[in-house]
Protein backbone atom coordinates (compact mmCIF):
# COMPACT_ATOMS: atom_id res chain seq x y z
CA UNK A 1 0.00 0.00 0.00
CA UNK A 2 1.50 3.52 -0.85
CA UNK A 3 0.56 4.60 2.56
CA UNK A 4 2.86 1.77 4.11
CA UNK A 5 5.75 2.71 1.73
CA UNK A 6 5.39 6.36 2.73
CA UNK A 7 5.68 5.27 6.15
CA UNK A 8 8.78 3.12 5.71
CA UNK A 9 10.76 5.32 3.85
CA UNK A 10 10.00 8.30 6.41
CA UNK A 11 11.04 5.99 9.38
CA UNK A 12 14.52 4.54 7.17
CA UNK A 13 15.02 8.45 6.52
CA UNK A 14 14.63 9.10 10.21
CA UNK A 15 16.86 6.15 11.12
CA UNK A 16 19.60 7.48 8.89
CA UNK A 17 19.66 11.08 9.81
CA UNK A 18 19.80 10.04 13.96
CA UNK A 19 22.75 6.99 12.67
CA UNK A 20 24.13 10.54 10.80
CA UNK A 21 23.92 12.04 14.13
CA UNK A 22 25.28 9.67 16.39
CA UNK A 23 28.43 9.28 13.59
CA UNK A 24 29.27 13.20 13.32
CA UNK A 25 29.38 13.03 17.65
CA UNK A 26 31.37 9.99 17.58
CA UNK A 27 33.76 11.70 14.86
CA UNK A 28 34.13 14.78 17.19
CA UNK A 29 34.64 13.24 20.04
CA UNK A 30 37.61 11.03 18.37
CA UNK A 31 39.21 14.17 16.42
CA UNK A 32 39.01 15.79 20.35
CA UNK A 33 40.78 12.54 21.55
CA UNK A 34 43.04 11.57 18.82
CA UNK A 35 43.86 14.98 17.22
CA UNK A 36 42.75 16.67 14.18
CA UNK A 37 45.29 14.61 11.90
CA UNK A 38 43.45 11.73 13.31
CA UNK A 39 42.41 9.27 9.73
CA UNK A 40 39.39 8.08 8.99
CA UNK A 41 40.20 4.43 10.19
CA UNK A 42 41.28 5.98 13.49
CA UNK A 43 38.00 7.88 13.57
CA UNK A 44 36.18 4.97 12.77
CA UNK A 45 37.80 2.49 14.82
CA UNK A 46 37.29 4.93 17.77
CA UNK A 47 33.82 5.45 17.07
CA UNK A 48 33.41 1.14 17.57
CA UNK A 49 32.76 1.00 13.70
CA UNK A 50 34.14 0.69 9.88
CA UNK A 51 35.78 3.20 7.99
CA UNK A 52 33.43 1.94 5.19
CA UNK A 53 30.37 3.45 7.14
CA UNK A 54 31.53 6.88 7.60
CA UNK A 55 32.58 6.67 3.29
CA UNK A 56 28.71 5.91 3.20
CA UNK A 57 27.71 8.31 5.00
CA UNK A 58 29.72 10.82 4.36
CA UNK A 59 31.68 10.10 1.05
CA UNK A 60 35.08 11.01 2.09
CA UNK A 61 37.27 12.84 5.13
CA UNK A 62 36.59 16.11 3.85
CA UNK A 63 32.58 15.05 3.96
CA UNK A 64 33.09 14.47 7.59
CA UNK A 65 35.04 17.86 8.24
CA UNK A 66 32.24 19.89 6.44
CA UNK A 67 29.47 17.81 8.46
CA UNK A 68 31.26 18.09 11.74
CA UNK A 69 32.06 21.72 10.91
CA UNK A 70 28.48 22.82 10.39
CA UNK A 71 27.74 21.47 13.67
CA UNK A 72 30.72 23.15 15.87
CA UNK A 73 30.40 25.90 13.88
CA UNK A 74 26.30 26.17 14.38
CA UNK A 75 27.12 25.75 18.11
CA UNK A 76 29.92 28.45 18.03
CA UNK A 77 27.84 30.93 16.50
CA UNK A 78 24.89 30.67 18.74
CA UNK A 79 27.25 30.62 21.76
CA UNK A 80 29.06 33.70 20.71
CA UNK A 81 25.54 35.59 19.85
CA UNK A 82 24.24 34.41 23.62
CA UNK A 83 27.54 35.90 25.18
CA UNK A 84 26.86 39.50 23.41
CA UNK A 85 23.39 39.96 24.57
CA UNK A 86 23.78 40.85 28.42
CA UNK A 87 26.67 43.40 26.97
CA UNK A 88 25.88 46.58 28.20
CA UNK A 89 28.55 48.42 25.73
CA UNK A 90 29.50 47.77 22.76
CA UNK A 91 33.22 47.44 24.04
CA UNK A 92 31.45 44.93 26.47
CA UNK A 93 29.86 42.86 23.82
CA UNK A 94 33.21 42.65 21.57
CA UNK A 95 35.08 41.02 24.80
CA UNK A 96 31.70 38.94 25.58
CA UNK A 97 32.13 37.55 21.97
CA UNK A 98 35.75 37.41 21.66
CA UNK A 99 36.04 35.74 24.83
CA UNK A 100 33.03 33.14 24.08
CA UNK A 101 34.89 32.11 20.43
CA UNK A 102 38.35 31.47 22.21
CA UNK A 103 36.25 29.13 25.24
CA UNK A 104 34.75 27.26 22.47
CA UNK A 105 38.16 26.50 20.61
CA UNK A 106 40.16 26.38 23.35
CA UNK A 107 37.63 23.48 24.68
CA UNK A 108 39.06 21.30 22.18
CA UNK A 109 41.72 23.06 19.95
CA UNK A 110 41.75 19.77 17.88
CA UNK A 111 37.96 19.98 16.91
CA UNK A 112 38.49 23.41 16.29
CA UNK A 113 41.49 22.73 13.74
CA UNK A 114 39.75 20.25 12.10
CA UNK A 115 36.76 21.85 11.31
CA UNK A 116 38.46 25.17 10.23
CA UNK A 117 41.65 23.34 8.34
CA UNK A 118 40.01 22.52 4.77
CA UNK A 119 42.44 20.93 2.94
CA UNK A 120 41.61 20.93 -1.66
CA UNK A 121 44.02 17.97 -1.03
CA UNK A 122 41.60 15.79 0.98
CA UNK A 123 38.87 15.66 -1.57
CA UNK A 124 38.74 15.54 -5.68
CA UNK A 125 35.61 17.50 -5.85
CA UNK A 126 35.19 21.08 -6.33
CA UNK A 127 31.53 20.88 -5.43
CA UNK A 128 32.98 19.64 -1.87
CA UNK A 129 35.50 22.28 -1.07
CA UNK A 130 33.26 24.86 -2.27
CA UNK A 131 30.80 23.71 0.59
CA UNK A 132 33.23 23.69 2.86
CA UNK A 133 34.65 27.01 2.63
CA UNK A 134 31.19 28.06 2.35
CA UNK A 135 30.24 27.32 5.75
CA UNK A 136 33.48 28.57 7.35
CA UNK A 137 32.87 31.71 5.21
CA UNK A 138 29.17 31.83 6.34
CA UNK A 139 30.36 31.50 10.01
CA UNK A 140 32.92 34.34 10.27
CA UNK A 141 30.37 36.46 8.20
CA UNK A 142 27.80 36.22 10.34
CA UNK A 143 30.25 36.73 13.47
CA UNK A 144 31.35 39.87 11.63
CA UNK A 145 27.42 41.18 11.57
CA UNK A 146 27.25 40.51 15.09
CA UNK A 147 29.94 42.87 15.67
CA UNK A 148 29.25 45.52 13.32
CA UNK A 149 25.78 46.05 14.80
CA UNK A 150 26.80 47.30 18.11
CA UNK A 151 29.38 49.53 16.27
CA UNK A 152 27.08 51.12 13.77
CA UNK A 153 25.05 52.15 16.91
CA UNK A 154 28.17 54.06 18.93
CA UNK A 155 29.04 55.27 15.66
CA UNK A 156 26.21 56.57 14.25
CA UNK A 157 25.35 57.80 11.04
CA UNK A 158 27.83 59.12 8.49
CA UNK A 159 30.12 56.07 9.69
CA UNK A 160 28.89 53.58 7.01
CA UNK A 161 32.58 53.71 4.67
CA UNK A 162 34.00 52.95 8.14
CA UNK A 163 32.07 49.98 9.78
CA UNK A 164 31.89 48.71 6.18
CA UNK A 165 35.30 47.52 6.37
CA UNK A 166 36.40 47.16 10.17
CA UNK A 167 33.92 43.75 10.54
CA UNK A 168 36.19 41.74 7.95
CA UNK A 169 39.56 43.67 9.36
CA UNK A 170 38.33 42.44 12.61
CA UNK A 171 37.56 39.34 12.00
CA UNK A 172 40.46 38.86 10.51
CA UNK A 173 42.28 40.10 13.78
CA UNK A 174 40.00 37.73 16.09
CA UNK A 175 40.74 34.61 14.18
CA UNK A 176 44.25 34.93 13.24
CA UNK A 177 45.98 36.02 16.73
CA UNK A 178 43.18 33.56 18.06
CA UNK A 179 44.99 30.42 16.10
CA UNK A 180 47.72 31.68 16.68
CA UNK A 181 47.83 31.61 20.79
CA UNK A 182 45.68 27.99 20.29
CA UNK A 183 49.39 26.51 18.79
CA UNK A 184 51.37 28.39 20.86
CA UNK A 185 52.66 25.98 23.65
CA UNK A 186 51.47 26.89 27.59
CA UNK A 187 54.63 28.78 28.67
CA UNK A 188 54.54 31.46 31.51
CA UNK A 189 54.36 34.66 28.60
CA UNK A 190 51.78 32.59 26.96
CA UNK A 191 48.28 34.99 27.94
CA UNK A 192 45.63 32.90 29.72
CA UNK A 193 41.94 33.02 27.86
CA UNK A 194 40.83 35.92 29.37
CA UNK A 195 44.09 38.07 29.21
CA UNK A 196 43.72 37.19 25.61
CA UNK A 197 40.54 38.42 24.88
CA UNK A 198 40.98 41.24 26.64
CA UNK A 199 44.19 42.09 24.55
CA UNK A 200 41.98 41.29 21.65
CA UNK A 201 39.32 43.75 22.21
CA UNK A 202 42.03 46.11 22.96
CA UNK A 203 43.15 45.68 19.77
CA UNK A 204 40.12 46.05 18.04
CA UNK A 205 38.37 48.86 20.09
CA UNK A 206 42.44 51.37 20.32
CA UNK A 207 44.50 49.69 18.90
CA UNK A 208 47.92 48.68 19.83
CA UNK A 209 49.43 52.13 20.36
CA UNK A 210 46.95 54.54 21.35
CA UNK A 211 48.96 56.65 22.54
CA UNK A 212 50.21 57.40 19.17
CA UNK A 213 47.60 60.13 17.76
CA UNK A 214 47.71 60.26 13.85
CA UNK A 215 46.78 63.82 14.00
CA UNK A 216 50.26 64.70 15.26
CA UNK A 217 52.12 62.26 13.47
CA UNK A 218 54.68 63.63 11.17
Not at 46 to 57: D, E, L, N, P
Not at 69 to 84: H, K, P, T
Not at 116 to 121: D, G, I, L, Q, V
Not at 176 to 184: D, F, I, K, V, Y
Request: glycine share 8%.
Amino acid sequence: MPGSADGRSARWQSHREERRRELIKSARLAVHALGSDASMEEIAAAAGTSKSVFYRYFGDKAGLQQAVGEVVLSQMQRRIGEAAQSAQTPREGLLAMVSAYLQMAETSPHVYTFVTRYSAAETDSPQRSAAMSGALGHFFESIGDMIATPMRTHLGDGKEAVIGYWPTAAIGLVRNAGEQWLSTPASPAKPDQEAMARQITDWLCVGIAPELDPSGSR
